[in-house]
């Protein structure tokens, strides 16, 4: 069957290293999102893409850098992880249209020390 | 974009339909309504959305009032593996080729007791 997939699931940094984390989607779909969710604020949109090469700011994007190089991966990298970046991560695709339902992955844990 | 009020927390008895209140007083006229729900820890998932006629699928049904300002959400049995946060989105902020933009509220948090 299709999926979504991340990984790590869990991760442990410094402040300052570079992290990346994998976002692999089965489902050939255009559209790619990564989202993150802290307490009190829900999920907010960091970056998206509509295909290869194509690369999009959301609401919370500074400190973030997305590449796509290929339909299934939109990888999320951290250029020098900061404290306030510890969250939960989401990755999320969906076909292209306006009004295609959003299919999320399991989420990765992300923790700045 | 239009935006949601859903109450903070709802309590339902296992077996018994859940109904899953949601006002969106600004929607405009091509804007949809979606339902999302998040079981703790895992990622969101899509339940079901609509324009402006009622709709049902396999998890739920969505009613849409004729003026399209509330919605209700309804679980016809809920289950405690329905125990979740439930949102309640119109979809916002129109993007370039037409992918939509999900804005995520606070939901409602909709436990189901035994």
Redesign the interface.
């Known amino acids: 069957d299709a999926e979504i997939t991340q990984s790590p699931r869990h991760k442990i940094t410094e402040t300052g290293r570079q992290v990346t984390l994998a976002c692999h989607q089965t489902w050939n779909h255009n559209n790619m999102f990564w989202y993150r969710q802290d307490l009190g604020h829900g999920l907010r949109l960091i970056h998206y893409s509509y295909g290869v090469q194509d690369t999009n700011k959301g609401e919370v994007s500074d400190g973030y850098s997305v590449s796509r190089s290929n339909t299934e991966d939109l990888p999320l990298t951290l250029e020098s992880a900061a404290s306030s970046q510890t969250s939960v991560y989401f990755c999320a695709s969906s076909e292209s249209g306006l009004y295609n339902e959003q299919f999320f992955g399991p989420g990765t844990r992300l923790t700045v020390l | 974009d239009a935006k949601t009020t859903q109450p903070t927390s709802m309590d339902c008895a296992e077996g018994r339909a859940a109904n899953l209140p949601c006002n969106h007083s600004t929607i405009s006229g091509n804007e ?1 309504v ?1 339902w999302y729900r998040q079981i703790h ?6 339940i079901i ?1 609509g324009l402006k006629n009622n709709e049902t699928n396999e998890m739920a049904s969505l009613i849409i009032t004729e003026d399209r300002k509330s919605s209700t959400l309804i679980l016809p049995h809920a289950t405690l593996r329905d125990t979740a946060v439930y ?1 309640c989105i119109v ?1 916002g902020g ?14 409602t948090r909709l436990t189901i007791n035994p």
């Open positions: 949809y979606y820890s895992q990622g969101p998932q899509y959305h949102y979809r129109y993007l370039v080729q037409g992918a939509q933009k999900l804005v995520f509220g606070q939901g």
